[in-house]
């Protein structure tokens, strides 16, 4: 068996490969855990647990508070916020619920690096990292619907559901580029 596998392996440097050997192992745990949720019930698993039910509703009010602030205070559009709905002048209203609070990413994230190859010292700190950075994004995220649909409505769910739904992937496949350039064999790589 561990001949095969230096077979494989000598094959995969020999052609080159490594690259695209990685990024199937990337898409294969990014969809089999995205599966998981939706499809393998895991989330309706979840949903019977308090705990899972109040760390999501802790994560959308994580994400809808400072969402409300940047629209309010950046971007100088009067609103109203009351239990994590941003309502806006125009009677419109963008609602953070459990769905929208990260938690799934952050689970597809973990899962992703825990499973992929890699230093686990640095995974200790590239793993937060991550959760920062989906974070971040998925507050953007509000923001970028709120602007919608104050200004174009009838677009909210093209956008929302068609272009900034999948870019969680976008952010999670540039983090993972930038784990395997530079963090994945153990030392940083300089080039």
């Known amino acids: 068996m ?5 077979t494989i392996k000598k094959f995969i440097a020999d052609h080159k490969l490594e690259p695209i050997v990685n990024f199937l192992i990337f898409a294969v745990i990014v969809y089999a855990f995205h599966w998981l949720w939706w499809n393998g019930g895991l989330q309706h698993y979840l949903e019977k647990f308090a705990f899972f039910n109040e760390t999501q509703e802790f994560m959308a009010h994580m994400v809808a508070v400072p969402s409300a602030w940047i629209v309010e205070h950046i971007l100088q559009y009067p609103v109203k916020f009351f239990n994590n709905t941003i309502y806006t002048y125009n009677n419109s209203w963008v609602e953070v619920e459990g769905a929208c609070s990260g938690l799934k990413q952050f689970y597809q994230w973990f899962f992703l690096m ?5 230093p686990w010292k640095k995974k200790l700190w590239f793993i937060p990292l991550g959760f920062l950075a989906i974070h971040a994004f ?16 009838k677009y909210w769910n093209f956008i929302h559901l068609d272009i900034l739904r999948p870019m969680y992937y976008l952010v999670m496949f540039l983090l993972w580029v930038w784990w395997v350039e530079k963090f994945k064999d153990g030392k940083k790589k300089t080039n």
């Not at 998925?138 to 104050?150: A, F, G, Q, S």
């Open 2 to 6: 561990k001949e095969r596998i230096d």
């Open 138 to 153: 998925n507050i953007i995220r509000i923001v970028i619907l709120v602007v919608v649909i104050v200004h174009w409505p």
């Open 114 to 118: 825990l499973l992929f190859p890699g």
